[in-house]
């Protein structure tokens, strides 16, 4: 990767000075398709809007521009045409994502010329990167952010200037039923194919202290699920702590607590152990192993061997029996040879996945296996990713089909399937449609799990009422 930020903090700024002045826009005329779009928003109100690729990072940095540009004066709307100021929030870890910003660019382009956008703001993993620089210019952006420095986007449209992206300052989603709470940022590893390191820096762990206020806070304005962020959550510590303590103290203070992403070699007995004890913790691991051949955890630098991870299982599945567990698997990285997949497919009947992402080896320009040897023609990747997918769905159906009869309580996620049904989570961590019976997301309702797919249950009426 070429240099990735410039500047303090890594910001980039064109069109203007780098004074906290709000940038100039103008009013939108009077219209329908505005007060449609933003549920009644007034015509001479500004608008933004926020468009998020990628990962949960990124979900909930978009969540904290979005609490900036509201703080800001601006209502959200949901279209491009709609908006004054439009935020692309993007990710860089896969090359077609790259294609698709590029394109939501082109568009963007055309619509300031014709003078429905007026300023247009890159923020995310494409942001922090070298080839910025070329999109800025090609495509007139307004102003690009790094990934360390989105605090920078309050200062953008009016707002005080603020110093770092999880100050108690600038909380994530404070007043919602759930929340993301960052608790790390960057990765200290340097695995072949990710351009996180690249893009995101070193890790950088939040003081104990300060996660846990904001957790107290957002408890207390209603937040009833918290998830514990960053790209390697189980590496965290501070003076002697380690992420298991962290995670036992925050476990204390919210009444539903999950964690999202892991690293094999962090991830800690102790750990595992706590998810089984502690009531308020999801029973849900996701943990991934990437591959099943020790011969490419090593090309691929990611400092275990397949058998120390099923160990970690083997601990994770005595302590939570009932738990569920996912992982992340790459097929076809260079050199992959039948022989390293079949022991990918092994790893995958040993651990009985309830699911996995599984991704098919796309380079990654900057990223050390982009240029490595032994690319794996494409028939032969696409292959073998059916084969671990279909192993894994499975795996998880036979998994889930043993949850028919159960009565189960479920937290109320998301509000409609389209067919009169919410979208919930069981404490097992399994996703389930459920009707609603006028569970609003965030209550909890008490149901008899009726049907499996591969990747959620089915529950039917819900007894009793949503507490
Ligand atoms: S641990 Fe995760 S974020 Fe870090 S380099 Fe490896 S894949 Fe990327």
Redesign the pocket.
């Known amino acids: 990767m070429s240099s990735i930020v410039s500047g303090e903090a890594g910001m980039r700024r064109t069109g203007g000075s780098a004074s906290a002045a709000p940038i100039p826009l103008g009013r939108k005329p009077a219209g329908g398709a505005f007060q449609e779009a933003s549920g009644g928003v007034s015509a001479s109100k500004k608008t933004a809007c926020i468009r998020t690729f990628g990962c949960q990072m990124n979900v909930h940095d978009s969540d904290r521009m979005r609490r900036m540009i509201r703080d800001a004066g601006y209502a959200e709307v949901h279209r491009y045409e709609e908006a004054d100021l439009v935020v692309l929030n993007t990710c860089y870890v896969r090359e077609n994502a790259v294609d698709r910003v590029k394109g939501h660019l082109g568009e963007l382009n055309r619509l300031k010329r014709e003078g429905r956008v007026k300023k247009v703001a890159l923020a995310g993993c494409i942001g922090a990167a070298g080839e910025a620089t070329e999109l800025e210019r090609r495509y007139g952006i307004d102003l690009v952010l790094g990934t360390h420095n989105t605090y920078e986007l309050a200062e953008f449209v009016g707002l005080p200037g603020m110093e770092e992206t999880f100050t108690p300052e600038l909380p994530g989603t404070e007043g919602e039923h759930a929340a993301f709470v960052t608790i790390m940022t960057g ?1 200290n ?3 072949s194919y ?1 351009i ?2 690249a893009v995101r820096g070193r890790m950088v762990c939040r003081p104990m202290e300060n996660v846990v206020e904001e957790v107290e806070r957002l408890v207390s304005s209603g937040t009833r699920y918290v998830t514990l962020l960053g ?2 959550v189980d590496a965290w510590r501070e003076d002697g702590r380690r992420f298991c303590d962290l995670l036992e103290r925050v476990a204390e203070a919210a009444p539903r607590v999950w964690f999202t992403t892991s ?1 094999p070699s962090n991830m800690e007995d102790r750990t595992l152990r706590l998810i089984g004890e502690k009531a308020t913790i999801v029973r849900r691991l996701h943990l ?1 192993v990437q591959s099943g051949s020790d011969r490419m955890l090593k090309a691929m630098h990611r400092g275990y061997k397949s058998d120390r991870y099923r160990r970690k299982i083997e601990v994770f599945r005595e302590a939570v029996p009932d738990g569920t567990l996912s992982t992340d698997i790459i097929v076809g990285h260079p050199g992959e040879t039948e022989e390293d997949h079949e022991e990918t497919l092994r790893l995958v009947a040993d651990c009985a996945f309830d699911a996995a992402y599984v991704f098919k080896f796309s380079p990654r320009r900057g990223t050390e296996a982009a240029s490595l040897p032994g690319a794996v023609p494409e028939k032969v990747a696409q292959r073998r990713f059916m084969e671990v997918l279909r192993a894994v769905e499975s795996n998880a159906l036979h998994n889930n089909r043993r949850k028919i009869g159960s009565v189960q309580e479920i937290y109320v996620r998301h509000g409609h399937t389209g067919e009169g049904k919410a979208i919930g989570e069981t404490w097992s961590g399994h996703a389930v449609h459920v009707p609603t019976g006028g569970a609003e997301p965030g209550r909890y309702v008490t149901a008899r799990i009726e049907g499996a797919g591969p990747h959620v249950l089915y529950a039917g009426e819900p007894s009793g009422p949503p507490r």
């Open positions: 990765c590893y340097v695995c990710c996180v390191p790209q390697t690293h991934p």
